[in-house]
């Protein structure tokens, strides 16, 4: 029933119009296993420099997240910079930092290789190919890209897709990777390279899930005050299979609640920097929030 | 049980990336009244030139559209030009000639007068606010407008939407009008302007409906081909009121129905040029796509 997360363990130094926050705590697999382990164990990989110290790692602590697998180096942490004008939507990165980043090289704990759900955060599809590598059979393997990726290690990238069953994506990436600028027809080039399910992020558009069974749409949740949207698409993932992975049996049923559910994370991370919100989290909140959804969203037949 | 709509009825010449078409039949209330039409009886107010013909008004007849109030002046007909690149939710307006548009003084015929619902098209505030000094207390007042009455009307705008039930506005427009990025805040604002429910519309990324019930989500649905989203929003309108209407009785549930009923004819409309798709659409098919949007944003509770 867990989950094994590979990706990026960060600091994240954010302006929004909102606000600043300086060398605060991000990286997609830093959101992902916040938001999963509301739902199952987690394991994560990664890396982080003598920078990173017990403040940072308190957040995952009394939490169902496992961290022999998170490696710490000589040299700084993976530092990231952005900007966010009021179109919340779009971001300037200011700076990229790898330092201990750059010589990442994902060493699986022996106990983690029979993780059941594996999450392939985005970073080099080389390396996400290595992971799959030392993995046993994992039922369910999901996985994220960047445009950085889909322009520079094209081939790499399809490789590695041709052994994931579901791609999270954004819509530009989605247009990017497929040469499609319809998302349907995106979606569907996607499809034929491998994942069976293809779930494209929108932002404050929501999600659009493509399976074989047929399209789901959800929307963002409308929130009076989106405060900063940095791990937004992280923690999606982390809900998304962290319910997928609690779920006694697969299906478009469960599917489609695991986008709803990752849509309902993804609506608390960005009330606040950082994984603030997500640490004081509670289950109840997010229950609640996902009946919100239902309210929303809901319609009687003609 | 009859609609009233004031609007413009015009020729459209349109360039997408699949094709062009010139002088075709388009305003926004030639695409409102033929989806209406579907669900109830129309009254169309509007003015045209000497150059629109049988053909043209042959897209009226057979249907339960009343033209007794389509006022014919010497000139030409409004024409309009627009181009749409690859992201169809941006156009570029080539050339508007307003031709005899620009005289138009909305002159209600005495049968009209009593109709129980309202649709003011796209047009000066002015002219909206003399629609509602010649009817008798209709039971709903539904508006469109643009920004650039926003910008050069505001006060006249304000002053007709104190009379005004439901606004259908794009989600630019609605931050214009308002004064707010964040659309939540931004339809409060509406709201408190007179409206009170207001509709904002995203293009593909559907519909955001707010009431004094709370908020609605709907999404676009995914086609695989948008040929020209010309008219869309106008077709939104029609479907959306025309279902209103013929409703027993009003209601959050039928307003949600309303908006997916909207969504539904406009995800039709864009599938072709001018109202080319709408003509030969039929009242199952209408039903057969409302079932599929039930489809595409059903989730279980959990």
Redesign the interface.
């Known amino acids: 029933m867990s989950i094994l997360v590979v990706g990026s363990v960060a600091f994240d130094t954010v302006e929004t119009p909102f606000g600043k926050a300086e060398r605060v705590l991000g990286g997609s697999a830093s959101f992902f296993s916040v938001a999963a382990s509301f739902f199952v164990p987690v394991n994560l990989v990664g890396v982080v420099g003598r920078d990173f110290g017990e403040k940072e790692l308190a957040a995952f602590t009394g939490r169902h997240i496992d961290l022999a697998g998170l490696e710490r180096m000589e040299g700084e942490t993976f530092h990231w910079q952005g900007k966010y004008s009021?179109?919340l939507n779009a971001r300037e990165t200011i700076c990229t930092d790898l330092n201990v980043f750059q010589f990442f090289k994902p060493r699986i704990p022996e106990k983690y290789r029979r993780s059941e759900h594996v999450f392939l955060g985005n970073i080099d599809p080389v390396l996400q190919l290595e992971v799959l590598d030392q993995v046993e059979k994992p039922r369910l393997v999901a996985c994220d890209t960047m445009n950085f990726w889909i322009e520079g290690k094209r081939e790499e990238l399809k490789r590695t897709l041709r052994q994931v069953d579901i791609l999270l994506i954004n819509d530009s990436e989605a247009r990017e990777l497929s040469g499609e600028?319809?998302?349907?027809?995106a979606a569907r080039a996607i499809r034929a390279m491998g994942p069976h399910t293809v779930v494209i992020k929108?932002g404050e558009?929501?999600v659009?899930m493509f399976t074989e069974d047929?399209?789901?749409?959800?929307?963002a949740y409308?929130?009076?005050?989106?405060f900063d949207p940095t791990g937004a698409g992280d923690t999606f993932a982390g809900g998304f299979l962290g319910y997928l992975a609690s779920a006694k049996q697969p299906g478009d049923?469960v599917l489609?609640?695991a986008?709803?559910?990752g849509s309902a994370l993804a609506s608390f991370c960005v009330e606040a920097f950082s994984l603030d919100r997500l640490l004081r989290l509670t289950r109840p909140e997010i229950?609640e929030r996902?009946?919100l959804f239902?309210?929303?969203?809901?319609?009687?037949?003609?």
Chains 1, 2 share one sequence.
Not at 181 to 185: A, E, G, I, L, M
Not at 214 to 219: K, L, Q, T, V
């Open positions: 009021y179109d600028w319809n998302v349907v027809k929108k558009h929501g659009l047929g399209s789901f749409a959800a929307p409308p929130l009076e005050e989106v049923d489609r609640r986008v709803v559910m229950d996902f009946r239902k309210r929303l969203t809901h319609f009687e037949p003609i």
